[in-house]
């Protein structure tokens, strides 16, 4: 049978988590870089699509493509070991400290965050022509979504900064969900409909992912969006990244641990 039981599964994130935890250095760089340039192109391609079509939906619908290829392919995003390698700490797993978590989510960070940017460089590119051009309409979309989602959040102050933050916890309960998704089958077309149901559904509801971010912001002020970057680490980047860490943690990760690994006695039947 290709589906494998929660029992199975859970057992498996911790597997998956110890082991990014203990992974080298290279080896983890590289696939968060990767992981981060797929991702970012996989956003290109939906805004595109949205842009053409003038269906946000659409655009939702296809962007899973990109989550789907990367976990195929073992690459890691800050989402999933945010999920993940914390489940390794709690269950007590030899060697693991809350120092290499941290190791393990800075470098996974810095790999995303380049990936991200490099594909951002590559889009910006081939949008202008070398920088000769306008951005075009999918520039301009790129730009838009840029403002509304730094300085749309600003003119609400606090109230902004926490919703930004529960986005990020939403998308990422969502992209969690994914994650376990390519661990639940043995099958190749099981893993990619599992992943693909929470990506779609966060992706059209506007929650905020971090690395998503990474490439949208950096691309939009290349764009001619009239943000700065201090505007996106303080409206958008601080607040997605605690908010995908809490959300990642608390709905995907511990729940199921608890209920799955360290169960709770069973009620006396008398």
Known sequence: MSYLTPAEFVTKMVDTGESKIF????????RAYMAGAILALAAAFAITITVQTGQP?????????GFVMLYLMGFDLLTGVFMLTPLALLD?????????????????FLGNLGGALTVALMMAFILTYGFSIGPGAVGEKIAGIGEARTLGYAEYGL??????????????????????????????SGKVIAM???????????????????????????????????????WNEIPT?????AGGIAFTGLTLYATHVRTAPKRDLI
């Open 23 to 30: 992974m080298s250095t290279r080896d983890t760089v590289i």
């Open 241 to 245: 990244v605690l908010g995908n860490l």
């Open 57 to 65: 939906l659409v655009g939702a619908i296809l962007f899973p493509v």
């Open 159 to 188: 109230a902004g900064w926490f919703t930004i933050f529960i986005r990020g916890m939403l998308c990422n309960w969502m992209v969690s969900m994914g994650v376990v998704g390519a661990m639940i089958s043995t099958s190749v």
């Open 196 to 234: 693909w149901m929470p990506i779609m559904l966060f992706f059209y509801m506007g929650f905020e992912h971090s690395i998503v971010n990474m490439f949208l912001f950096p691309s939009a002020m290349i764009m001619g969006g009239g943000f700065s970057v201090m505007d996106y680490m303080i």
């Open 92 to 108: 007590r797993r030899q060697g693991v400290t809350v120092e290499r978590v941290l190791r393990n989510w800075g470098w996974v």
